[in-house]
């Protein structure tokens, strides 16, 4: 999600500092909200939310399509 669009400004580390990697939906206090999920469903989880803040699903899709090489998922493929 484009950190600008996240109500919250962006996640928050466990230390209070924002962290610029992730968005509020899927990082707080320092840690992931769904520690279990797949790249692949945070995938669809993530456009789905962008459907619902409004944006068109071709952006969606752009915006989900790098979820699965973020630095979380580095070494689980």
């Known amino acids: 999600m484009p950190l600008k669009k996240d109500p ?3 996640a928050a580390n466990k230390d209070g500092s924002m962290n610029t ?4 939906y899927c990082f707080e206090d320092g840690k992931f909200l769904q520690s279990d ?4 469903e945070m995938k669809y989880f993530v456009k789905d939310k962008l459907k619902e803040m409004g944006f068109a699903g071709f952006l969606a899709s752009f915006f989900s399509k790098k ?3 973020l ?4 070494y689980s493929n």
């Open 8 to 10: 919250k400004g962006g």
């Open 21 to 24: 990697m992730y968005c509020s």
């Open 37 to 40: 999920i797949t790249a692949t």
């Open 67 to 69: 979820i699965p090489k």
């Open 71 to 74: 630095e979380r998922w580095k």
